[in-house]
T-cell receptor, first 112, second 113 residues
Framework: GQQLNQSPQSMFIQEGEDVSMNCTSS?????WLWYKQDPGEGPVLLIA?????ELTSNGRLTAQFGITRKDSFLNISASIPSDVGIYFC????????????FGKGTLLTVNP | GAGVSQTPSNKVTEKGKYVELRCDPI?????LYWYRQSLGQGPEFLIY????????DSGLPNDRFFAVRPEGSVSTLKIQRTERGDSAVYLC???????????FGSGTRLTVV
């Protein structure tokens, strides 16, 4: 099946630092999505990307859809304690309009 | 409703028992999805409904798993003869249609003892 490699697995940073995480795929994707999951909750959509090269921001978050359509990154600027959680990338393979393949997640810890 | 509602939030059952997990999607969302999330992993696709019909059930692990959506809104995921390996968080999501980002519920944490 499809595989998404998400890195890093975990990050420990100080409040105020910038963070970057990325995902790569063995297949071409037509959509990239970034989700955040808090303990005991379902994933919450942060940013959706639909075109190769697309760069989209949502507040302190910025994500890009890679030109090769096989990768995406998420940046968080000026981190704050409530950024703590697990961040997942997810994508739709070309030919599938509905099924999402998820990465294994990046656990972010922010020290105040 | 305002969000995707899943009940129960937690379910502990004995090996071999039958369980039902319920999902109430956002009103008007025609697409409904079930995913399973094991500890330390991302969610994995189980089944997709468009309206009342299961458009893709290729992610169901075996024939002990079955899901229905008889009226095109609420869905029930049914697991027969539960096994310890079925323990996971079962997530439901809905969307206005294909090509949209999903809205997930909080999940049902199933523990088979």
């Amino acid at each position: 099946g499809q595989q998404l490699n998400q890195s890093p697995q975990s990050m420990f940073i100080q409040e105020g630092e910038d963070v970057s995480m990325n995902c790569t795929s063995s297949s071409i994707f037509n959509t990239w999505l970034w989700y955040k999951q808090d303990p005991g909750e379902g994933p919450v959509l942060l940013i959706a990307l639909y075109k190769a090269g697309e760069l989209t921001s949502n507040g302190r978050l910025t994500a890009q859809f890679g030109i090769t359509r096989k990768d995406s990154f998420l940046n968080i600027s000026a981190s704050i304690p409530s950024d703590v959680g697990i961040y997942f990338c997810a994508g739709r393979v070309v030919g599938s309009n509905y099924k999402l393949t998820f990465g294994k997640g990046t656990l972010l810890t922010v020290n105040p | 409703g305002a969000g995707v509602s899943q009940t129960p939030s937690n379910k502990v059952t004995e090996k071999g028992k039958y369980v039902e997990l319920r999902c109430d999607p956002i009103s008007g969302h025609t697409a409904l999805y079930w995913y399973r999330q094991s500890l330390g992993q991302g969610p994995e696709f189980l089944i997709y409904f468009q309206g009342t019909g299961a458009a893709d059930d290729s992610g169901l692990p075996n024939d002990r798993f079955f899901a229905v959506r008889p009226e095109g809104s609420v869905s029930t995921l049914k697991i027969q003869r539960t096994e310890r390996g079925d323990s996971a968080v079962y997530l439901c999501a809905s969307s206005p249609g294909e090509d949209y980002g999903y809205t997930f519920g909080s999940g049902t944490r199933l523990t088979v003892v």
